[in-house]
C-alpha cells in the first residue's frame, strides 16, 4: 500500500494522474505453453500465465520456479521465456533467451496492455469523482424543485387535516 501509494503521489507531482495501474508480472508476454522471466539485479519477475505471476529476489528464483512447475499440473509450461541474465536451471525446460541485456520497461513496453487488465487503482486508490463542477449549474434548479417539494407537502399535509376533521364531523353527524 505504501508503495502504491507513493508511485500515485509522485505521478501527481509530475502533474498527471494515471488511467491504470497494472502489476508488473501481466506486462510480460504471454502465450499458451510459455513463461516469461525477466532477471534484473535486485529481482526477478516471471508470469506463469494468463493472469498468473510473481516478482521475488534472483538468488530464489530457481527453487520458486521449480515449486511453480510442481504445481502446474496441466499448466506446465512447454518453454520458458528469459529476458537479461543468465536463465535459471530448471530440470525439464529448455530456457529460451530472448535478450541477454535488456531493460524491464522496454519488454513491458513491448507487450502492451492486457485485453482486461487488473486495475489496482480501486478502492481507496481508484479515481475520486468530481461531482463539484458538474453539479454546480443545478443548484439553483435543485433548490427550486426542493421548496416546490416542500410547498406540495405542507399542501397535502393541510389538506390530509382538512379531510380528518371533515371525517370526524361526519361520523358525528351519523
Given at each position: 500500500r505504501d508503495l502504491l501509494r507513493g508511485w500515485l503521489?509522485?505521478?501527481?507531482?509530475?502533474?498527471?494522474?494515471?488511467?491504470?495501474?497494472?502489476?508488473?508480472?501481466?506486462?510480460?508476454?504471454?502465450?499458451?505453453?510459455?513463461?516469461?522471466?525477466?532477471?534484473?539485479?535486485?529481482?526477478?519477475?516471471?508470469?506463469?500465465?494468463?493472469?498468473?505471476?510473481?516478482?521475488?529476489?534472483?538468488?530464489?528464483?530457481?527453487?520458486?520456479?521449480?515449486?511453480?512447475?510442481?504445481?502446474?499440473?496441466?499448466?506446465m509450461p512447454q518453454r520458458l521465456r528469459v529476458w537479461g541474465g543468465p536463465p535459471p536451471a530448471i530440470i525439464g525446460l529448455e530456457p529460451h533467451i530472448e535478450d541477454s541485456t535488456p531493460e524491464a520497461l522496454r519488454v513491458f513496453a513491448s507487450t502492451g496492455l492486457p485485453t482486461a487488465p487488473i486495475n489496482l487503482l480501486q478502492g481507496p486508490y481508484g479515481p475520486q469523482a468530481q461531482w463539484g463542477p458538474w453539479l454546480r449549474p443545478w443548484r439553483a434548479a435543485a433548490a427550486?424543485?426542493?421548496?416546490?417539494?416542500?410547498?406540495?407537502?405542507?399542501?397535502?399535509?393541510?389538506?390530509?387535516?382538512?379531510?380528518?376533521?371533515?371525517?370526524?364531523?361526519?361520523?358525528?353527524?351519523?
Amino acid at each position: 500500500r505504501d508503495l502504491l501509494r507513493g508511485w500515485l503521489d509522485a505521478c501527481a507531482q509530475a502533474g498527471f494522474t494515471p488511467n491504470a495501474v497494472i502489476p508488473e508480472p501481466l506486462l510480460l508476454p504471454w502465450q499458451p505453453g510459455d513463461w516469461s522471466v525477466v532477471l534484473e539485479n535486485q529481482r526477478a519477475v516471471v508470469r506463469t500465465g494468463r493472469w498468473e505471476g510473481f516478482a521475488i529476489e534472483p538468488n530464489t528464483l530457481d527453487l520458486l520456479l521449480q515449486q511453480a512447475i510442481a504445481g502446474a499440473g496441466d499448466a506446465m509450461p512447454q518453454r520458458l521465456r528469459v529476458w537479461g541474465g543468465p536463465p535459471p536451471a530448471i530440470i525439464g525446460l529448455e530456457p529460451h533467451i530472448e535478450d541477454s541485456t535488456p531493460e524491464a520497461l522496454r519488454v513491458f513496453a513491448s507487450t502492451g496492455l492486457p485485453t482486461a487488465p487488473i486495475n489496482l487503482l480501486q478502492g481507496p486508490y481508484g479515481p475520486q469523482a468530481q461531482w463539484g463542477p458538474w453539479l454546480r449549474p443545478w443548484r439553483a434548479a435543485a433548490a427550486l424543485a426542493a421548496a416546490w417539494l416542500l410547498v406540495q407537502w405542507f399542501v397535502l399535509a393541510q389538506e390530509h387535516w382538512s379531510l380528518r376533521r371533515e371525517q370526524t364531523t361526519l361520523r358525528t353527524t351519523m
